[in-house]
């Protein structure tokens, strides 16, 4: 059993809790109900860049972001490894579910008075966490650990302190909890990682946040006239809002899954492409999320440099993070999706004087087209067949999965 407390497959529950044996483990209905509450946080998120979208804004948002992430993530993570489909593990759940309502509560005011219900209720959920694995020995040395003696306290003692020392005490707890996989990956070697779970839950996680993107076109729109150009708008946002839907869910997750359970190492490959790569995806989609708030209102209006970065500069991550997943599931090069992010992020200073619906217009034709390539690359591939593949770890996609 690993010392880490984060040891497990689905099947039989042994008396520490860890589950033991093989076979398909389901996301529970307590999970489900959990990611309501984060469905909130990201909307607080996105309200936080909103108000404040410059470089200084990024980075105060992603670093209040962090933890409301890691919060979520820690909460998955012992839910995959273990059996919590029973009333103990339900609480606990539910109990980790209030205090990230309380976290997402505290964000907007979080830079000012609510400082310390962020940090407070963050350490609790760590707690909370540490808690339902207690029974593991040793489980203090590792991630769960670090949250609880580390990041936990900087969060809450930064939110004691004055705007500028209290980001650097939350960036310090926000790298703390990012590094903490790496930092214990000798240890993290014998997790067992369901491989049908993680993925699910991470993809439900991306599905939320690109939710997001239609509550910033439908927010914006609901107070807008509504007519031509108005619509014209919402049915671009849309349509890169679908596009962005497209890549993940038709093109990426199946690949994903499957390089989970071919894995040599799927610790490996759930540090690397689901916590670290879902964390820029994410990031990437609440990103064009904001900046939709900025265009369907007056799609007349130029955006300005803040608003069009937000939108192109979201999506360019967002399709260069697929860059770098494909690269550590099969060491191969995304090339279709390298290259319209590319366009995408060259085209960002020419959008900055052009009218909102230009913006959105050129965007949309542009994720139109990247999923139509994608699309033809994929039938083109299993009209071939399964070809030789030089590398174990890199086995021939299957058809939904993008062919680079």
């Not at 483990?25 to 909130?40: G, I, M, P, Q, S």
């Not at 650097?168 to 997790?191: G, I, K, N, Q, T």
């Not at 899954?257 to 759930?270: G, K, L, P």
Request: net charge neutral; proline share 6%.
């Amino acid at each position: 059993m690993s010392a880490t407390g984060e040891t497990g497959e689905t099947g039989e529950t042994s008396a520490s809790g860890v589950v033991a044996g093989a076979g398909e483990k389901r996301v529970t209905w307590a999970e489900l109900y959990f990611d309501l509450v984060f469905v909130f946080a990201i909307t607080q998120v996105s309200a936080l860049l909103h108000h404040q979208h410059d470089l200084t804004g990024l980075v105060r948002a992603l670093v209040v972001f962090v933890p409301v992430y890691w919060c979520w993530v820690g909460t998955t993570v012992q839910a995959n490894i273990r059996d919590v489909d029973n009333p103990r593990d339900r609480l606990g759940i539910l109990l980790v579910g209030l205090t990230g309502l309380f976290m997402a509560l505290a964000v907007p005011g979080a830079y000012g008075r609510r400082g310390v219900l962020l940090g407070a209720a963050y350490w609790l959920a760590r707690v909370v966490l540490l808690l339902l694995l207690v029974r593991i020995p040793g489980v203090w040395q590792g991630p769960y650990g670090a949250g609880v003696l580390v990041s936990g306290p900087l969060l809450l003692v930064g939110g004691l302190l004055p705007d500028g020392p209290r980001l650097v005490l939350w960036a310090a707890a926000a790298l703390c909890d990012l590094s903490a996989p790496l930092v214990f990956r000798r240890r993290l070697a014998d997790v067992a990682y369901h491989p049908s779970h993680m993925p699910e839950r991470f993809a439900l996680f991306l599905l939320v946040a690109i939710g997001e993107s239609i509550v910033g076109i439908g927010g914006s729109a609901a107070a807008a006239r509504l007519d031509l150009p108005e619509l014209f708008a919402v049915a671009a946002a849309f349509t890169i809002s679908a596009g962005l839907w497209w890549q993940y869910f038709v093109f990426a997750a199946d690949a994903m899954r499957h390089a989970v359970e071919v894995a040599d190492s799927r610790r490996d490959v759930v540090r690397r492409i689901f916590q670290y790569g879902h964390l820029a995806l994410a990031a990437g989609v609440i990103g064009v999320a904001v900046g939709f708030e900025e265009t369907v209102a007056d799609p007349w209006r130029a955006l300005g440099a803040g608003s069009v970065a937000l939108l192109y500069g979201g999506c360019g991550l967002y399709l260069l993070t697929f860059g770098y997943t494909r690269w550590m599931m099969f060491r191969r090069v995304s090339t279709t999706r390298i290259a319209a992010a590319v366009v995408v992020l060259g085209l960002l200073p020419a959008m900055v004087r052009l009218p909102a619906l230009v913006v959105l217009g050129v965007l949309a034709v542009l994720l139109v087209v990247l999923n139509g390539v994608e699309y033809v690359r994929v039938v083109r591939a299993a009209g071939a067949g399964p070809a030789p593949d030089p590398a174990p770890s890199a086995p021939a996609p299957a058809p939904s999965a993008p062919v680079e």
